[in-house]
């Protein structure tokens, strides 16, 4: 802003050393003193204008802090859902390790049993054969008063069947769960 000869004058006291550096600022840039503190002061007033107020740093500060709990939240939350999900891929492997195990002998052609027969395809795997294993199951009215024999597998673990069947139930609980959770 060029002055001029009717402007207002200010007299100020400043530090030596300022003094000496606004006379080589002046210098390098070929200006009167008046000029260069007159420049100076305005680009240092504009400055001061521009600086974000304490009230706006703080908002910004507790924006950012929420942002980063938020962020740790999800983590957290990404983490228990990764274990979760390992803990399942690793029950349904034990799961499938135990079905394949023998648990007793077919009562009709007294082949091997395994898990699976008795609870997935519920029949005898010799194809010769093929009894349905589905009374083993379901209870029927003779078996509610006295056992029928001839409905159970021989030397059946029952103990091993039971832990299969309470296996699969929390998987498809869990799995039940997860698809309720995700709609
Ligand atoms: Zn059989």
Do not use: W
Not at 19 to 35: H, I
Not at 147 to 153: A, G, I, K, N, W
């Amino acid at each position: 802003m060029p002055t001029e000869m009717g402007a207002p004058v200010l007299y100020i006291r400043i530090p030596p050393e300022l003094k000496r550096q606004l006379g080589v600022y002046k210098d390098e840039r070929a200006q009167t003193l008046t000029a260069a503190v007159t420049e100076l002061l305005e680009r240092g007033l504009a400055a001061v204008a521009d600086e974000p107020s304490v009230e706006e740093r703080e908002t910004r500060a507790t924006r950012l802090e929420e942002e980063l709990a938020l962020t740790r939240i999800e983590l957290a939350e990404a983490n228990a859902a990764l274990t979760a999900l390992r803990g399942r891929e690793l029950e349904l492997k034990t799961l499938g390790e135990r079905a394949e195990l023998t648990v007793g002998h077919c009562p009709s052609c007294r082949k091997a049993v395994r898990g699976t027969d008795v609870l997935l395809t519920q029949r005898c795997p010799n194809p010769d054969c093929g009894r349905s294993f589905k009374s083993l199951l379901l209870p029927t009215k003779a078996g509610a008063n006295s056992v029928d024999r001839t409905e159970l597998l021989v030397g059946l673990d029952r103990t091993e069947l039971l832990v299969l069947l309470g296996a699969l139930g929390i998987i498809v609980g869990a799995a039940y769960v997860q698809s309720r959770a995700g709609n």
